[in-house]
Nanobody, 119 residues
Framework: VQLQAFGGGLVQPGGSLRLSCGASESIFSKNDMAWYRQAPGSKRELIAG???????HYKDSVKGRFTISRDNGSNTVYLQMNSLNPEDTAVYYC??????????????WGQGTLVTVSS
């Protein structure tokens, strides 16, 4: 398995959750990383990305609430999610790919992890 995501679960509205995604060194060192999510009945959408140099990009709907980070020592990318609301309920996927300017091109997918925001 090249990418493995962890950390999903059930959380109450207003709560926080941190997702993590471990990658093989060969994948992590050569790629920018990103998190996508797919809500029921919706298309998969890019919500956060981080370049190999640590430059971050966010979808407007999560900006200020979610933080993406990467630990190059452990080949892990994180998604800290705060102030969660029911609209954040989705399967979250990590991805290894590349940024060209502001556009992200996905390549390697990890398995998803389900996040459910509900009281």
């Amino acid at each position: 398995v090249q990418l493995q995501a962890f950390g999903g679960g059930l959380v109450q509205p207003g709560g926080s959750l941190r997702l993590s995604c471990g990658a093989s060194e060969s994948i992590f060192s050569k790629n920018d990383m990103a998190w996508y999510r797919q809500a029921p009945g919706s298309k998969r959408e890019l919500i956060a990305g981080i370049t190999r140099r640590g430059i971050t990009h966010y979808k407007d709907s999560v900006k200020g609430r979610f933080t993406i980070s990467r630990d190059n020592g452990s080949n892990t990318v994180y998604l800290q999610m705060n102030s969660l609301n029911p609209e954040d309920t989705a399967v979250y996927y990590c991805n290894a790919g590349s940024y060209r300017g502001i556009y992200y091109y996905p390549d390697v997918w990890g398995q998803g992890t389900l996040v459910t925001v509900s009281s």
